[in-house]
């Protein structure tokens, strides 16, 4: 099966999920609209975005897609954050998603200092989750912290691995860029859990630190630490696949990931695949033309998840 680990959705619906107004008039945001062909607002928009993604993902070659749920921030001491929290979907919004569309995967996200944190990944296990999401930079928490830690022995306990954000992020607010080390999450491979660092440690702008050499000698060191290859198909992202590619132990941790609905952009070399107007489809593409052919590499999503039976 070629699964796409990395997919987002949004939603504002009342219960279901939050955008802030800083989000709703971001430019990148405002660019994704434009582009997708999003018009409405509100729950027309939630609607749009929705068909927008089944269709896209029912017309590209993916046999299913992982879709991520976005916990809001907490406060320290366990509280909801309003103030601080820009994006949320709900794991209740996107269990019902995935389960009225079968090629839709659910991958729930569950925010450590949560009061009822284990009890929440529990349940959601439970409900099908196939990995857990988490942004550390956006979500205001230490992968290392030990609150993590009796989550990373329920990950390992179920076989659900971890997809944890590292690197840089400008599409959403930040609260800490130090949390975007990916030697933090170190903490969760002791314990047995399949850790998947998104981006492998990429910068996202020029003037942010380079996590990709830290993230090289964690896939390297350990068996259960890999990396998607979730918007490496951005400038500001694209330099590491010399590096990825080039490296056959570190070909052999890289994950499909698209981060849809962020737009891939092919290099100058391959300007043809700029007429796919599918981007999931192109994403594909640029990553078959750049060298990523082998089954392994697509398939190996499909060996590491905790997928149905």
């Known amino acids: 099966m070629i699964i796409d680990c990395h997919v987002h959705t949004s939603v504002t619906s009342p219960g279901r999920g939050v955008m802030s107004p800083k989000i709703l008039h971001s430019l990148p945001f405002r660019f994704m609209r434009w582009r997708l062909g999003i018009k ?179 896939a390297r060191d350990h068996e259960h630490f890999y990396g998607d290859t979730a918007a490496l198909n951005l400038p500001t992202r694209s330099y590491a696949y010399p590096t990825l590619l080039s490296d056959p132990l570190l070909r052999s941790k890289l994950l499909h990931g698209s981060d849809w609905p962020v737009i891939p952009i092919p290099p100058l070399t391959q300007l043809s695949s700029w007429q796919e107007p599918n981007w999931l489809t192109r994403d594909i593409l640029i990553k078959r033309r750049l060298g990523l052919t082998e089954d392994a590499y697509w398939h190996r999503v499909s060996t590491l998840l905790r997928l149905p039976q």
């Open 40 to 218: 409405g607002h509100g729950q027309q928009q939630d609607r749009e975005v929705e068909s927008k993604l089944l269709s896209t993902i029912n017309e590209s070659p993916l046999d299913a897609a992982c879709i991520l749920a976005f916990d809001s921030v907490y406060t320290n001491d366990g509280h909801p954050d309003p103030a601080r929290t820009h994006l949320y979907v709900s794991n209740d919004h996107v269990i019902q998603l995935c389960q009225q569309n079968p090629k839709l995967l659910f991958s729930c996200s569950v925010h450590p200092h949560r009061k009822d944190a284990l009890a929440e990944l529990e349940r959601c296990i439970a409900a099908g989750a196939v990995s857990m999401k988490w942004l550390p930079i956006v979500q205001g928490f230490n992968p290392s912290d030990p609150r993590c830690f009796p989550l990373y022995e329920c990950l390992a306990h179920h076989r659900v691995p971890l997809l944890s954000h590292t690197g840089g992020e400008h599409t959403l607010p930040r609260i800490d860029d130090s949390l975007a080390d990916p030697k933090l999450l170190l903490p969760a491979i002791p314990k047995g859990v399949i850790v998947i660092a998104a981006h492998c440690g990429t910068k996202s702008s020029p003037s942010e630190p380079d996590y990709l050499p830290q993230w090289s000698r964690l």
